[in-house]
T-cell receptor
């Protein structure tokens, strides 16, 4: 699986959009981009994933650049409950099943 | 039911003890995982079971012994652990497919004295 690079920490004001970047410049054509988050003392939680196109669900939006070398997770209206570590993970479509976690971004939502 | 249930939530054990961690899911998932997470670090993969067969062992010491008795249940047997094995142990499950998602339990916080 391709390696990902994320900023170690970010702050966001409550009610504002949180934009979390991820660099995955060595991604190959058969690799998905997944985002998970881990709130303190809980297990990681799936947020969203995509291959090429931008994706949106009830939790977030995922914007993948055209060359697929980077992506941005957008939480449109951050709340205090969104304070967590956010992991960007690249995973091959077939073959090895497991997720390999990088260091992630610690997002602190400020009141 | 989209839950992965792990028991116990907390466990304290001595280095000579034998204990087991349990994980259960009723989502019909055929892949199950054990991850280990030290404080302020990302989860690290330990084992993967696929269709009740061990498919990945990330060179985990033999004092950790996984078992998958059926498609809903995953155990991690612990014996002769060291204090450095103290960590949060996370179980996850997924349904094999092109865009499968892992569902995680809340973990067992293990302290080895």
């Amino acid at each position: 699986d391709a390696k990902t690079t994320q900023p170690p920490s970010m702050d966001c004001a409550e009610g504002r959009a949180a934009n979390l970047p991820c660099n995955h410049s060595t991604i190959s054509g058969n690799e998905y981009v997944y985002w998970y988050r881990q709130i303190h003392s809980q297990g990681p939680q799936y947020i969203i994933h995509g291959l090429k196109n931008n994706e949106t669900n009830e939790m977030a939006s995922l914007i993948i650049t055209e060359d697929r070398k980077s992506s941005t997770l957008i939480l449109p209206h951050a709340t205090l409950r969104d304070t967590a570590v956010y992991y960007c993970i690249v995973r091959v479509v077939t073959g090895r099943r497991a997720l390999t976690f990088g260091s992630g971004t610690r997002l602190q939502v400020q009141p | 039911d989209t839950e992965v249930t792990q028991t116990p939530k907390h466990l304290v054990m001595g280095m000579t003890n034998k204990k087991s961690l349990k994980c259960e899911q009723h989502m019909g998932h055929r892949a199950m995982y054990w991850y280990k997470q030290k404080a302020k670090k990302p989860p690290e993969l330990m084992f993967v079971y696929s269709y009740e067969k061990l498919s990945i062992n990330e060179s985990v010491p033999s004092r950790f012994s996984p078992e998958c008795p059926n498609s809903s249940l995953l155990n991690l047997h612990l014996h002769a652990l060291q204090p450095e094995d103290s960590a949060l142990y996370l179980c996850a499950s997924s349904s094999p497919g092109l865009d499968e998602k892992l569902f995680f339990g809340s973990g067992t916080q293990l302290s080895v004295l």
